[in-house]
């Protein structure tokens, strides 16, 4: 770059911004500039009516007959049809259910009865906690007859030879925003026999996802992050239709029969995607979960990826600016096709410098050991907040506003 940015540069952008109108529609706080919607997506403004109509006007009034007439007993199809179309699942494809962890739990399951003969789990040593967790919980519980390897990102295609049964990986890593090339580790896993498995919880609303295209087996994703669902919100999980009626669920609940209303003694799978489902779902959780889905299907995913790119170069390109990548060291690749809506940066005193940077309304999160994480939503992030961000963040560490007791002391959530 030959001249540096300004701010007028960024004024402009916002002028000429396709998506600026989507801003609206979420409830941010007068001087919040939110860099979290990776970890817990912003307040849809529809989302409080509609889910206290369904409090009070089906649960309230219509109490038990809400299954049936206000359609609650397909609503986990309804809305799993819809992020189907945020990722590139056909028809049937997708299902609403669980938290992204127990859904993990089922397609890890899934995954290994797809290959009885195999005993190799690979996965990535930096990929999220729960999904290693989960891995190892389920290892112990099969008699610990298979193993779970390991390895860095950059080895993890040497990893995968002819006796491994799966390949779980999360598209987007939670931490530094590195992406896999779906197709290719598809390609790669099915090349060797592998049933290849993605969790797509920092993907789905943030980065075009095609499951189709590329030929994915299974995947599962998270609610409430770029999908704005509410905390805790209700999980999702794909099963490519090949594969759905030579899979009987790990988790074979009532709902997942194919008759439950029958009653019977013993478990049958459903036909479908439905099989995967286990008990009764949050109705509440998922009301706020589809308002949120809705608002992410009305905005082009080419042009949120476009902003999002955009936002995220701008924000390294201020930082290097402003503040200088001797001070951050930028964690996350700077190529664009390789990286997810995220950036992250690594400093030592990344905890009480994130704390000090909340006060001041830059809400971003720390990951331990001394990473400083800023997530970008295109749907309700100016280009102006990324220069408010990063001017914030430079007079933090110019004044050394983050060298305080209190900002030292650690929280139970970071
Ligand atoms: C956020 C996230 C989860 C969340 O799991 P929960 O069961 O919903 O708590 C799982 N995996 C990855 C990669 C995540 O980023």
């Known amino acids: 770059m030959t001249r540096s940015i300004t701010r007028g540069d960024l004024e402009a952008l916002d002028r000429a911004d396709s998506l600026r109108d989507f801003r609206d529609r979420f409830a941010i706080p007068e001087g919040v500039i939110y860099l979290d919607g990776n970890s817990l997506g912003a307040l849809p403004r529809e989302t409080s009516e509609r889910v206290r109509k369904v409090i009070e006007d089906q649960w309230g009034r219509d109490l038990i007959r809400s299954w049936n007439a206000h359609g609650w007993i397909d609503l986990q199809q309804r809305i799993g049809a819809k992020i189907g179309r945020l990722i590139g699942a056909g028809e049937g494809e997708t299902v609403v259910a669980d938290s992204t962890s127990v859904n993990l739990y089922k397609m890890l399951a899934a995954a290994l009865e797809l290959r009885p003969g195999r005993r190799v789990i690979v996965s990535e040593t930096s990929n999220f906690p729960t999904d290693l967790y989960i891995a190892q919980g389920l290892l112990r519980q099969l008699g610990c007859a298979h193993t779970l390897q390991l390895a860095a990102p950059e080895d993890v295609e040497a990893a995968i030879t002819d006796d491994v049964a799966v390949v779980m990986l999360t598209h987007v890593n939670?931490?530094?925003?590195?992406?896999?090339?779906?197709?290719?580790?598809?390609?790669?896993?099915?090349?060797?026999?592998?049933?290849?498995?993605?969790?797509?919880?920092h993907s789905a609303g943030a980065v075009p996802v095609d499951l189709s295209g590329a030929n994915a087996d299974l995947?599962?994703?998270?609610?409430?992050?770029?999908?704005?669902?509410?905390?805790?919100?209700?999980?999702?999980?794909?099963?490519?239709?090949?594969?759905?009626?030579?899979?009987?669920?790990?988790?074979?609940?009532?709902?997942?029969?194919?008759?439950?209303?029958?009653?019977?003694?013993?478990y049958r799978p459903a036909n479908g995607i439905e099989r995967f489902i286990v008990g009764a779902p949050p109705i509440l959780g998922l009301t706020a979960l589809e308002v949120g889905v809705d608002l992410m299907l009305e905005a082009p995913m080419s042009a949120v990826r476009a902003k999002s790119l955009q936002l995220t170069e701008l924000f390294d390109a201020l930082v290097t600016q402003e503040i200088g990548a001797e001070i951050l060291a930028l964690v996350s690749p700077r190529e664009p096709e390789m990286r997810g809506s995220q950036l992250c940066y690594a400093h030592e005193s990344g905890w009480p410098i994130m704390r000090a940077l909340i006060d001041r309304g830059v809400i971003g999160d720390f990951r331990a050991p001394d990473i400083l994480r800023f997530g970008f939503t295109p749907l309700y992030l100016s280009y102006l907040d990324v220069?408010?961000?990063?001017?914030?963040?430079?007079?933090?560490?110019?004044e050394r506003a983050w060298d305080k007791p209190r900002y030292h002391e650690r929280a139970l959530v970071t």
Request: hydrophobic residues 40%.
């Open 219 to 266: 995947a599962v994703g998270c609610g409430y992050k770029y999908l704005n669902g509410g905390p805790g919100a209700p999980a999702y999980l794909y099963v490519a239709r090949r594969h759905q009626s030579r899979i009987s669920p790990a988790l074979s609940g009532w709902l997942g029969h194919e008759s439950p209303f029958a009653f019977e003694r013993s």
């Open 174 to 201: 939670y931490r530094t925003g590195r992406m896999y090339d779906m197709q290719r580790m598809t390609e790669r896993a099915h090349a060797h026999g592998a049933i290849m498995l993605w969790d797509l919880s």
């Open 387 to 398: 220069w408010n961000a990063v001017a914030t963040l430079e007079a933090i560490l110019t």
